[in-house]
């Protein structure tokens, strides 16, 4: 019975583990897009998708383009500027839009 107890403990220990780092990663890409003001242009009604809405139907690798390099994945006239953010705070931009994101 105490293996059994110590067993249960350790799945869910490793369950809650990266369920909280998600919501760190989450936490971190929200502060991020607060920093760079990205709500100015992506709100209900703003000029841009919403961030409740930009990541529906897209791949990771298509969101990291868009703000990477919008010219290229969004087209030459997209008003979108290009952001320089290391492979860490991408992961936590993904992380934040998956979290908004309506399905």
């Given at each position: 019975?105490?293996?059994?107890?110590?067993?249960?403990?350790?799945?869910?220990?490793?369950?809650?583990?990266?369920?909280?780092?998600?919501?760190?990663?989450?936490?971190?890409?929200?502060?991020?897009?607060?920093?760079?003001?990205?709500?100015?242009?992506?709100?209900?009604?703003?000029?841009?998708?919403s961030?409740?809405?930009?990541?529906?139907?897209?791949?990771?690798?298509?969101?990291?383009?868009?703000?990477?390099?919008?010219?290229?994945?969004?087209?030459?006239?997209?008003r979108?500027?290009?952001?320089?953010?290391?492979?860490?705070?991408?992961?936590?931009?993904?992380?934040y839009?998956?979290?908004?994101?309506?399905?």
């Open positions: 019975m105490k293996y059994r107890f110590l067993g249960i403990a350790l799945i869910l220990a490793g369950v809650a583990i990266p369920a909280a780092a998600d919501c760190d990663m989450a936490e971190t890409g929200k502060a991020l897009a607060d920093k760079n003001r990205c709500a100015i242009c992506h709100k209900d009604g703003g000029m841009a998708t961030m409740a809405k930009m990541a529906e139907g897209k791949t990771d690798e298509f969101l990291k383009q868009s703000i990477l390099n919008p010219k290229q994945a969004l087209g030459p006239n997209t979108m500027p290009a952001y320089k953010f290391n492979e860490e705070e991408m992961q936590a931009m993904l992380h839009l998956r979290s908004v994101s309506k399905p």
